[in-house]
């Protein structure tokens, strides 16, 4: 008489499928952080507040340093170590989950007024600094050949320390001055230079993978170049020194215009995923124009800064984190028509936001465009999230 002996294999929970790869973690956390950050930023349009700093201040203060850092942990420790050719480092739950309870504790510090968000501002930028400190030892640790990228993407890194550093000055001292360096450094010293980094190294690559004929266009002095430029902004800015911002901005706004139409906007447009890329690369050269006209004098208000935050850095977050969730799934690298729909529409709430500071809109059109942000960005929440906590869909480990 024989028996069958069936070995039933357990499933990890939902919460070690997070913990397995780093990109599970941080862009869930960073997923819940945008759409905080997204239904505060609706309420307090609503509902004005007199208590607390002044809502225009936090919002673009955390704006950038709450949306985006959390993606960027993600997409590094999971595709950097692969570039750098080492074992990918451990620890991430730590500092994923302080930078979001950062985050929120300094919101609510924000309404209280004061001192009250430092303690958040601290968590935020310890986190921040523990990671950056993590990605140099990746880099330190590496024999691979080329570490061109690696290298540029800890100095901006480092930048968004000391930004988050300013932040929390700023909030101890009560000197607005230090509000304006946090803003100039995130943006053009930070969150920028990580962007443009990525890009370059990553563009030309899926845009080989899906057009062969194509050879990758990505030389250092075009990287490096606009890292120059950026880094020469900031002080541009925070010096007064109109003349030169605007020639910076405007030289930068068509250098990065000539690259979109060398990587091949045209071309990838047969691609929904890879078009998702260079759609929102495209969005670069406008940006850079209208900070130049800014520094000029010109007024288009706040244009500048939503062409960039909204028009570039969420869409290309929203193309390159559905692309590294769909490929780290096992799923077809393929953007199906509500993910194509989500990230038009998230580049026509950004156009609008951009025509209300140009043309001077009435309030009503601001209060549109923040709700249909939320809406948007809820409807890609509830696509992306559940592919963190799920197994693979080929069975594979990861």
């Known amino acids: 008489m024989s028996m069958t002996v069936f070995t039933v294999t357990a499933q990890p929970s939902s919460w070690r499928r997070l913990l397995q790869v780093p990109h599970r973690l941080y862009f869930s956390a960073g997923v819940l952080a945008m759409l905080g950050l997204a239904a505060w930023w609706m309420l307090r349009l609503l509902v004005p507040g007199n208590e607390g700093y002044p809502a225009m201040l936090v919002h673009a203060l955390l704006m950038p340093l709450g949306i985006f850092p959390l993606f960027m942990l993600g997409f590094i420790f999971t595709a950097g170590p692969r570039w750098l050719n080492v074992e990918p480092v451990g620890g991430h739950a730590p500092v994923a989950m302080a930078y979001l309870f950062g985050l929120l504790l300094a919101l609510l510090g924000f309404a209280r007024g004061g001192s009250w968000p430092a303690a958040g501002l601290l968590l935020m930028q310890l986190s921040w600094s523990i990671a950056t400190l993590r990605w140099l030892q990746c880099i330190n640790k590496s024999a691979a050949q080329d570490k061109r990228h690696a290298v540029r993407l800890f100095w901006a890194m480092a930048a968004g320390a000391m930004a988050l550093m300013l932040a929390l000055l700023w909030v101890r001292s009560g000197e607005g001055v230090l509000w ?68 910076l901005a405007l030289g930068l706004s068509a250098s990065l215009a000539y690259t979109s139409w060398r990587w091949g906007l045209w071309a990838s447009l047969d691609n929904r995923l890879l078009a998702m890329l260079h759609l929102s690369f495209a969005w670069l050269a406008p940006a850079l124009l209208l900070q130049g006209l800014a520094a000029l004098g010109v007024p288009v208000g706040a244009a500048p800064a939503h062409a960039l935050g909204m028009g570039f850095c969420c869409t290309m977050l929203v193309g390159f984190v559905t692309r590294v969730s769909l490929g780290h799934s096992g799923q077809q690298l393929q953007a199906d028509n509500l993910y194509w729909a989500i990230y038009l529409g998230l580049h026509a709430v950004a156009l609008l936001r951009v025509l209300v500071a140009v043309l001077a809109w009435p309030a009503a059109w601001l209060h549109l465009a923040s709700a249909s942000w939320l809406l948007l960005m809820l409807a890609w929440a509830c696509r992306v999230l559940p592919i963190y ?8 480990p990861g």
């Open 389 to 396: 906590w799920r197994a693979r869909a080929d069975g594979k």
């Open 180 to 247: 304006w360096w946090c803003r100039q450094l995130s943006l053009w010293g930070f969150l920028l230079p990580v962007f443009l980094t990525v890009s370059h190294r990553m563009i030309p690559f899926f845009t080989q993978s899906v057009l062969p004929e194509r050879a990758p266009w990505r030389p250092s002095y075009l990287l490096d170049g606009w890292l120059l430029l950026c880094l020469a902004l900031v002080p541009a800015g925070l010096l007064g020194w109109p003349l030169l911002e605007a020639a």
